[in-house]
C-alpha cells in the first residue's frame, strides 16, 4: 500500500528486508551525480538496506556496510557513477565534524550522496534533497516516508512513484491510494 500525501510526498509500506532493498533499487535508475538522499530514522529500522538496493540498482558489485566506523564509504558502479554513503551516528557534533571530514565535497560533489542519521546536519544539508524517514510498524514491516525538498528531488519523486506502483501521481485533492 501506498499514500500520496501530496506531490512532494509518498509513504510507503515495505514487508521486509528484501522489500526495503528493492524499495532502494528502484531509486538507483533516477539518480545522478550531485543528487542528495537523506535517511532518518531508528537504530535497526532498515537505513543501511534501503543503501544496499540503491547500490544494487547502480549495478554495484561490492558489499555495502553500514559506515558508522568509517564514516563514508565510496562505490563505484560499471558506468563509473559514484556513491557516497555517509553516516553521522558517531559525531559528537555532526555539523562541525561534517565539516571537517570535508562533507560538502560529497554533497556537492561527482557522485550521489546518501546520509543516514542526517537530521544530525540539517544546517549544512542542500535544500533539494529527498529524504527518506523510516518507521518501525512491527518486526518486519517498516514505513517509507519520502519527501522532496525542491525541484530536482520532486522530479525523482515523481518518477519513483511511477516506477513503485506504476501510475502518475492522483492530485492532492484525491489523494489516492493504489
Known amino acids: 500500500m501506498s499514500v500520496l500525501i501530496d ?3 509518498l509513504d510507503l509500506i515495505s514487508h521486509s528486508e528484501e522489500q526495503t532493498r528493492r524499495f532502494g533499487a528502484y531509486l538507483a535508475p533516477l539518480l545522478k551525480a550531485g543528487d542528495v538522499i537523506c535517511l532518518r530514522g531508528e537504530l535497526g529500522v532498515g537505513k543501511t538496506r534501503f543503501v544496499q538496493g540503491i547500490a544494487q540498482g547502480l549495478q554495484v558489485d ?3 556496510r553500514s559506515p558508522s566506523f568509517t564514516l563514508v564509504w565510496e562505490y563505484t558502479s560499471p558506468a563509473g557513477l559514484k556513491l557516497f ?3 553521522l551516528y558517531r559525531l559528537g557534533d555532526a555539523v562541525a ?3 571537517a571530514i570535508g562533507i560538502e565535497e560529497y554533497l556537492y560533489g561527482d557522485g550521489i ?3 543516514e542519521w542526517s537530521e544530525r546536519a540539517e544546517p549544512i544539508l542542500p535544500a533539494d ?3 527518506v524517514e523510516m518507521r518501525f510498524i512491527d518486526d518486519y514491516k517498516r514505513g517509507i516516508l519520502l519527501r522532496a525538498g525542491g525541484r530536482r528531488s520532486g522530479e525523482i519523486l515523481a518518477a519513483y512513484r511511477s516506477a513503485v506502483i506504476g501510475h502518475p501521481p492522483a492530485s492532492s485533492a484525491s489523494a489516492g491510494r493504489p
Open 85 to 87: 554513503h555517509v553516516d
Open 97 to 99: 565534524e561534517s565539516l
Open 113 to 115: 550522496c546518501v546520509i
Open 62 to 64: 561490492e558489499p555495502v
Open 129 to 131: 534533497r529527498l529524504t
Open 7 to 9: 506531490q512532494n510526498t
